[in-house]
């Protein structure tokens, strides 16, 4: 059945899964708004982002797409889609057309998650081996979420998935920003993506920014009623 309410979209990043959503779901949930939180491929920006396009293509009526970290890119190429009224970026990349995440973190200093990175490979067609990241798991509490309790951290290095390395080189085919309103909630303490690189990506979309202050990049978790909060912005301005 259609409805006018859009359907929210969450879109989890690397070294996560949408488990972590699970606060920001409750939070929706608790206020009537229709939501999914598919999984993640992690296995390339191009490959990543047909799987969301065809998500929400598949549902019946508008769709607000949230992307955390790398699942902001994914948002911005897949929000072309046409049933997509808007885009949410939570602690993500905001790249252009033609541009790869490489390139787009490259214009400022690196963030601590560049020097903490485990590399593992994978089989790949023609018997060869890709390689993929993680995020060292002594590493993890610092980068990924310092303002996550010990325990539940402990949990979240143990589970984290990887992400594809090549995903950092392909660029991006579309910046759906460009023709759908766009919000964007910076994580103040990020450790993974410099905030910089979250900031200069909000702004050049035009995107209704709110900055968290001491925030971490798993804000979600962290965080889920402020995360929410925005979206449910989201929603009431598209629906």
């Not at 409805?3 to 969450?10: A, C, Y």
């Not at 060292?136 to 539940?152: K, N, T, W, Y």
């Not at 910089?196 to 009623?225: C, I, M, N, W, Y």
């Amino acid at each position: 059945m259609t409805t006018s309410t859009p359907t929210v979209v969450l879109i989890h990043g690397a070294f996560a899964d949408a488990g972590s959503w699970s606060g920001v779901i409750a939070e929706l949930q608790g206020h009537g708004i229709p939501v999914i939180a598919p999984p993640n491929p992690l296995r390339g920006l191009a490959s990543d982002a047909a799987y969301v396009a065809s998500v929400a293509a598949q549902i019946d009526g508008p769709v607000i797409l949230v992307g955390h970290s790398y699942g902001g890119a994914l948002i911005t190429v897949a929000g072309t889609t046409e049933n997509v009224v808007g885009l949410v970026y939570v602690a993500a990349y905001v790249p252009q057309e033609g541009e790869s995440l490489g390139e787009l973190q490259g214009r400022f200093p690196l963030s601590p998650l560049v020097s903490n990175l485990k590399e593992w490979t994978y089989p790949v067609a023609g018997g060869e081996r890709a390689v993929e990241v993680t995020i060292a798991e002594d590493a993890f509490p610092s980068v990924f979420a310092a303002d996550v309790p010990a325990g539940v951290t402990k949990i979240l290095a143990a589970a984290q998935r990887p992400l594809a390395a090549a995903a950092f080189e392909e660029t991006a085919t579309a910046a759906a920003w460009r023709t759908k309103p766009s919000w964007a909630l910076i994580a103040g303490a990020d450790e993974a993506i410099n905030p910089e690189v979250e900031r200069f990506g909000a702004k050049r979309a035009g995107a209704t920014v709110v900055e968290l202050d001491g925030a971490s990049h798993a804000v979600a978790v962290s965080q889920p009623k402020e995360v929410a909060d925005l979206i449910r912005e989201a929603v009431r301005t598209t629906g």
